[in-house]
């Protein structure tokens, strides 16, 4: 270590260890900082404002050798600190590239959810600070596929998933929401690859491998995302597209052909689309959620591909995003239903404005029944007051917060407010709140302030928000859904269950959508016969039917009921698919049962290579620490 550098890092030391520092601030407060927003940096002090990216993504070492050169606006400090997270720090300089001049540095204390803290020694007016560094094998946010794992099977893969705080571990930042920044980057891949960012896009190769890319908009770093495969463009509308590796550019197309319709749609709803392009990326399988709404570019699973366009809500829900969630922020990630409960309020919406109200009723029902189950085991659990839509994460991953609480229990909650005003006054505010918002952070106290003043407070309305925001359950004036459809299909699935024959029925068994599959499975009895079960799957094939969502409900009340039959099958899918929502029900079920979880461990000790890190921890927490 250099002379300097001990000094620096015993001044960090000193810094930590005494009770006030130069900022005022006490080692508490500091703590009580990081707590509250999941990060170390100090952007009270010195914040990011753009930040340009020099990226090599080398598939042979899956290394991404990267320099993240920060601009910032600093308003007097000498210490400027970043997170990072399983990253190797080569060398940190400061000032404009050709004048750099290298700096010390010191990390801090790794914290397993956490990472490190990394203090930059600077000057007081420096604005200009790049740090040359290299991601590892743990470096959480990047998946890398082998070919044998994508679609055409010739060409590895890579993608990036940075909510909630896995950026720090592809990029040294500050890894919070509430800072907004531009972007830029060079990215350099091998020659026969095409790369993408969350940002302006190509549309056709490069000849050298190299790409340059620009968010000129400022969004939180938990969007900036990468994602870099043997890709291909099928343009959909004027402004929309698909991404997708060739071998599957013809269906992506016919599946997503809505698309156009959906962003006229959400804009006659709430405003101009503010993001210029909107294109979606189909990842490879091991992708761990339906869909990630980064900008310009949503990535989606490839299990929404089902031939019938059946699970497009997925697509209504990531675009609703360009406003909740990438135009208004959820400040910490305790107010993380600020971004889904809107976001799936405004999913229903879109589809209703395209579907009809009778398809928006049924999706929305689904998720109630989602919600129904939730509180419920929340209720039960060591956290019941994770049924608040204000969450309290305080030294807790932020990842727990994704719930139906935060996502169904918001979007009931804006439904209901809905119903009591009226939806044109609704609309009116919800527009005049992305417009007050745009471009900024918003805490829940943020917004509750807003609707009492612009909403209830002028139509002289009252309504119980605090109990919806502060307290848990559901409250009793949430709207009831109860579309009809459903009556037909629960009711046959309770004859069913008690032994009545209804296959007499099968015109209308032929013809049932999805969602009343779903709404059917979920009515058969919580116990019931393998026997039955057979006869379901020789009529009607649900284990191996190719539809997802269908499979994996299909899948959890198999494993309840001890329906081993369906083990091929399931191993298939568990080795396949790597999405969350439907690993985690079914290996938590799989846990139950001794027999069954010593099955399941085997299956996932294979799968495992194929799921990304987040749905990897979230599987290990089932199977190991139980
Ligand atoms: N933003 C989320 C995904 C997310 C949330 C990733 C929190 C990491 C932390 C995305 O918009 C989402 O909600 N995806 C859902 C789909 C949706 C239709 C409910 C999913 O993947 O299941
Ligand atoms: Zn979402």
Redesign the pocket.
């Known amino acids: 270590m250099k002379y300097s550098t001990i000094i620096f890092s015993l001044f960090i030391f000193v810094l930590f260890s005494c009770e006030e520092n130069k900022s005022g601030k006490t080692k508490n407060q500091l703590a009580n900082r990081t707590e509250l927003t999941h990060s170390f940096s100090n952007t009270s002090e010195i914040a990011t404002k753009h930040l340009h990216l020099d990226l090599d993504i080398d598939f042979e070492s899956r290394i991404i050798y990267g320099v993240a050169r920060h601009k910032m606006i600093n308003s007097g400090t000498d210490t400027a600190i970043f997170d990072i997270k399983n990253l190797e720090i080569q060398k940190i300089t400061i000032g404009a590239v050709g004048k750099e001049v290298e700096t010390n540095y010191f990390i801090g204390k790794y914290d397993e959810l956490l990472g490190a803290p990394l203090f930059v020694k600077i000057n007081n007016n420096t604005t200009k600070i790049n740090i040359y560094y290299r991601t590892t094998p743990n470096s959480e946010a990047i998946d890398w596929l082998a070919p044998h794992l994508t679609a055409g099977k010739i060409h590895p893969f890579m993608y990036t998933?940075g909510?909630?705080i896995l950026t720090r571990s592809w990029i040294p930042i500050q890894d919070l929401p509430s800072n907004r920044i531009t972007y830029s980057a060079n990215v350099k891949v091998p020659k026969d690859l095409m790369a993408l960012m969350s940002a302006s896009n190509p549309k056709v190769k490069s000849e050298d491998g190299n790409y340059f890319f620009e968010m000129k908009q400022p969004v939180p770093c938990y969007l900036i995302a990468l994602a870099v495969g043997d890709i291909q463009y099928s343009e959909l509308g004027k402004n929309c597209g698909v991404y997708s590796e060739p071998e599957l550019s013809k269906e992506c197309a016919s599946e997503f052909i809505d698309l156009p319709k959906m962003i006229k749609a959400a804009e006659k709803i709430y405003g101009k689309y503010q993001w210029g392009q909107y294109d979606l990326m189909v990842l490879p399988y091991s992708f761990p959620?339906?869909?990630?709404?980064n900008p310009k570019l949503t990535f989606v699973?490839p299990t929404l591909i089902t031939g019938d366009r059946s699970l497009v809500?997925?697509i209504a829900?990531?675009l609703a995003?360009s406003w909740s969630?990438n135009l208004v922020t959820n400040a910490t990630w305790e107010d993380?239903w600020l971004?889904?409960g809107f976001?799936?309020y405004f999913?229903n919406r879109i589809m209703e404005e395209i579907y009809g109200k009778e398809a928006a009723d049924i999706l929305a029902y689904i998720e109630f029944q989602e919600l129904e189950n939730e509180l419920k085991s929340i209720g039960d659990s060591d956290f019941p007051e994770d049924t608040h839509l204000k969450l309290n994460l305080k030294g807790r991953d932020?990842?727990l917060?994704?719930t139906s609480i935060a996502?169904v229990k918001g979007a009931f909650f804006l439904k209901t407010l809905e119903e009591k005003v009226g939806r044109k006054k609704f609309d009116r505010f919800l527009k005049s709140y992305f417009k007050r918002y745009a471009f900024k952070t918003v805490t829940t106290e943020d917004f509750s302030r807003f609707l009492q003043q612009k909403l209830l407070q002028p139509n002289n309305i009252s309504f119980n928000t605090k109990e919806w925001l502060y307290r848990g359950g559901l409250p009793n004036n949430c709207i009831v859904l109860d579309p009809p459809r459903f009556k037909k299909v629960q009711k046959m699935a309770i004859d069913y269950s008690e032994g009545k024959n209804i296959f007499s029925k099968k015109l209308v068994l032929s013809n049932l959508l999805t969602q009343e599959w779903i709404v059917f499975i979920r009515g058969l009895s919580k116990n019931i016969d393998v026997s039955k079960l057979e006869r379901l799957d020789a009529e009607f094939g649900f284990k191996s039917c190719g539809n997802s969502e269908i499979m994996a409900e299909w899948y959890l009340l198999g494993v309840r009921n001890g329906y081993t039959g369906i083990r091929p099958e399931l191993k298939k899918f568990l080795i396949k698919v790597g999405?969350r929502?439907y690993l985690e029900p079914i290996y938590t079920a799989l846990s139950e049962k001794s027999a069954d979880l010593e099955w399941a461990k085997e299956v996932f000790e294979e799968a495992k290579k194929n799921y990304h890190f987040?749905s990897i921890k979230t599987i290990e927490g089932i199977l190991y620490v139980k």
């Open positions: 998933q909510e909630a959620f339906g869909g990630m709404e699973s809500s997925v829900h990531e995003h969630g993380f971004n889904e976001t799936v999913e932020p990842d917060g994704m996502y999405r929502k987040v």
